[in-house]
């Protein structure tokens, strides 16, 4: 079983960036596949960013595509959301998760974090 905990949202402007961080314990960070999602107030749940177990692909939501940059330091247990050119729409609970290789295609995965807000105002 893994622990994840999120940190680094806050509030911003647009434009604005932040690096958002997920640290994980209780198990090797290397043994998954991670991704990040967001849910806005009223809306579901959303896909942002997934990166393989050792960092070689990463994918991206289209709405993230070209802002978002997902990284992993296995090392350090710790995976990595830089958010650039924040839009007031970013705005959201921005959640890591862990899960198995197939989670790539899947998005379906095992274990969360409880989350980190991240506010970008007009």
């Known amino acids: 079983q893994v622990q994840l905990v999120e940190s680094g949202g806050g509030l911003v402007q647009a434009g604005g960036s932040l690096r958002l961080s997920c640290a994980a314990s209780?198990?090797?960070?290397?043994?998954?596949?991670m991704g990040w999602f967001r849910q806005a107030p009223g809306k579901e749940r959303e896909f942002v960013a997934a990166?393989?177990?050792?960092?070689?692909?990463?994918y991206y939501a289209d709405a993230t595509k070209g802002r978002f940059t997902i990284s992993r330091d296995n090392a350090k247990n710790t995976v990595y959301l830089q958010v650039n050119s924040l839009k007031p729409e970013d705005t959201a609970v921005y959640s890591c998760?862990?899960?198995?290789?197939?989670?790539?295609?899947?998005?379906?995965?095992?274990?969360w974090g409880q989350g980190t807000q991240v506010t970008v105002s007009s």
């Open positions: 998760a862990a899960g198995p290789p197939m989670a790539v295609a899947t998005r379906e995965y095992d274990y």
């Open positions: 990166i393989s177990r050792i960092g070689t692909s990463t």
């Open positions: 209780g198990r090797t960070l290397s043994t998954y596949v």
